[in-house]
């Protein structure tokens, strides 16, 4: 199985604030790689897909980048509603399209 | 609106069974794909299994050692999770999702998940 290990594992951030969050893989998987953010109690929603590709109606303060085994997914002038978890998952590997253990981003 | 709605879930006691489903709306069901994905009380999320549209092909993570079986049901837009021999660690959230697929036909992420529904496995 290929591993997903995401940095750090939490973080304290402000309103406006530009955040990054770290994914590495354990072996390269191209750009095959995914964001997906969760708040509390919600069901996780798709970010960014293919590493750099927002998905549709997310917004562009989100971005990610990256390819092979190190990505990261930047979030510029953080709002209230993206303190949240944050998950990186690759797709190069599937069905298995196994996860990183989760950033969650707080006050 | 694409809408995946989970239920089934509740209490059951070590040893039980559950079966799990997920009622999908807003796009053509028996084109796409499904996965279940589950989260413990606290930790991040684990993919469980996925099954082609047309059940052709079916996955399972290896953790589950076969106690778990996946199936849809095209003519009713349902995906199902029979859950067998439940062990105090399955207790999680456990959601449905669709799949979607990039342009070159290869597996991309899962593009709408479910609410979720809450198994608790205790005696």
């Known amino acids: 199985d290929i591993q997903m290990t995401q940095s750090p594992s939490s973080l304290s951030a402000s309103v406006g604030d530009r955040v990054t969050i770290t994914c590495r893989a354990s072996q390269s998987i191209s750009t095959y790689l995914n964001w997906y953010q969760q708040r509390p109690g919600k069901a996780p929603k798709l970010l960014i897909y293919a590493a750099s590709t927002l998905q549709s109606g997310v917004p562009s303060r989100f971005s990610g980048s990256g390819s092979g085994t190190d990505f990261t997914l930047t979030i510029n002038s953080l709002q209230p509603e993206d303190f949240a978890t944050y998950y990186c998952?690759?797709?190069?590997?599937?069905?298995?399209?196994?996860f990183g253990g989760g950033t969650k981003v707080e006050v | 609106e694409v809408q995946l709605v989970e239920s089934g879930g509740g209490l059951v006691k070590p040893g039980g069974s559950l079966r799990l489903s997920c009622v999908a709306s807003?796009?053509?069901?028996?084109?796409?794909?499904m996965t279940w994905v589950r989260q413990a009380p606290g930790k991040g999320l684990e993919w469980l299994s996925s099954i082609s549209n047309s059940s052709s092909y079916i996955s399972y993570a290896d953790s589950l050692k076969g106690r778990f079986t996946i199936s849809r049901d095209n003519a009713k837009n349902s995906l199902y999770l029979q859950m067998n021999n439940l062990r105090a660690e399955d207790a999680a959230v456990f959601y449905c999702?669709?799949?979607?697929?990039?342009?070159?036909?290869?597996?991309?992420?899962?593009?709408?998940w479910g609410q979720g529904t809450l198994v608790t496995v205790s005696s």
């Open positions: 999702a669709r799949v979607s697929y990039d342009s070159n036909g290869f597996f991309s992420s899962f593009d709408f």
């Open positions: 807003g796009f053509t069901f028996s084109t796409y794909t």
């Open positions: 998952q690759q797709s190069f590997r599937a069905p298995a399209l196994t």
